[in-house]
C-alpha cells in the first residue's frame, strides 16, 4: 500500500465479490481521495477490464519501435500490482496530485517501469490536459472508457514533463496512467487534469481538433493511431462553410479533407452527404455529429491501409 493512501476496507460481500473479480483481472478497484477538495469518485470498470495488460501492451508496442530498445520479456505476475492490490484513483477536473511511484504500491508493466492508475469523469466534446512532471523522465497514457489507449506522450513538455491534450470523444469515466518511461524508476511526481467547458447540446464549438461544417451543424473530429503505437487528435484546419481538413504530424501535411453537403432539396430523397478523402494509409476514425439531432456516423480507415474515398449520399435522413 503506498504511503498516504488510506486502506478502504468493504464488508458488503457484493462489493467483495465484485472486487474479487476485478482483480483476477488485474483490475484495481481500490480508489481513493484526489487531493482535490472536490473528489470524483472512483473508477467502475465494466466487464472486468483488465487495465495492466492493456497499457503495458501499448507502452511495449511504443518501446518496440524505438531504436536500440529492447525488451526483457516478463511473467504473468507482472500483469498485477505487487501485493495484489492494484488501484484506480479518482481524481478531478482543476486538481494536481503529488504522489510517488513505488515499488510495492505502483504496478509494473511488460518494461519494468512503474504505473499509477487514475480516472475522471469525462463529457464528449469536452477538452481535456493532463500534465505529469518529475525529476526523471515521464510517460502519459490516456485510455477511453472502454479502456482503449487513445493517447500517449513521452516528455513532450520538456524537462521529463509529458503532457496530453485531447477532446474527448465520449462520455464516461476515464482513465489516465502515470508512468516512468525507463524501467525500474521510481520517486515523486505530480499529476495535474485540466478540464474545459463542455459545448451545450445542440451546439458545434469550433476548436483546434473540431471542425463546424455546413453552417455550424455538423461537428467533425478525427482520431488517427499509427503502426507504431503514436495516437492522438487531428488537427482541424476550417476551409469553407461545408469544408476542412485534418493534419496529424505537421502542419504542412494535410492528412484527410471532409465535406459535409445539405442536399435536403434532392429528389431522390433529402439527405445531409458526407464526401471524404485522405491521403495517408495510418488508422484514422472520422466522427461527425449532427448537432441538432444527436445522430453521430463514424467512418473508419483501418492501419496500413490507403485511405479510401466515402461518398456517403446518404449520412444523415434529419432534414431540414
Known sequence: MKTG??????????????????????????GVAAAAEKVAPSAKVSGNVSLVPIVGAAKAEFLRNLPGRVLTPQSPAHHECPGGTPHVQGVACGSTTNDQLTTDGSCPLQDNSYADFYSFSGTSGQSVTITMSASYDTFLF????????????????????????????STGTWFIVANSFNPNVVGAYSLNLTCGSAPPPGACTTDATTLCLNNNRFQVRATFATGDGQTGNGMAVTETVDTGLFWFFSASNSEVIIKVVNACSFAGGPRYWVFAGGLTNVQVVLTV???QSGVTKTYTNPQGTAFAPIQDTNAFATCP
Open 5 to 30: 493512501r488510506p486502506k478502504l476496507r468493504f464488508t458488503n460481500p457484493v462489493v467483495r465479490s465484485f472486487l474479487s473479480a476485478l482483480l483476477a483481472a488485474g483490475v484495481g478497484a481500490n
Open 142 to 169: 490516456l485510455l477511453d472508457p472502454s479502456a482503449t489507449t487513445v493517447a500517449t506522450d513521452h516528455a513532450s513538455a520538456g524537462n521529463f514533463t509529458s503532457r496530453i491534450t485531447f477532446t474527448l470523444t
Open 289 to 291: 455529429t449532427d448537432t
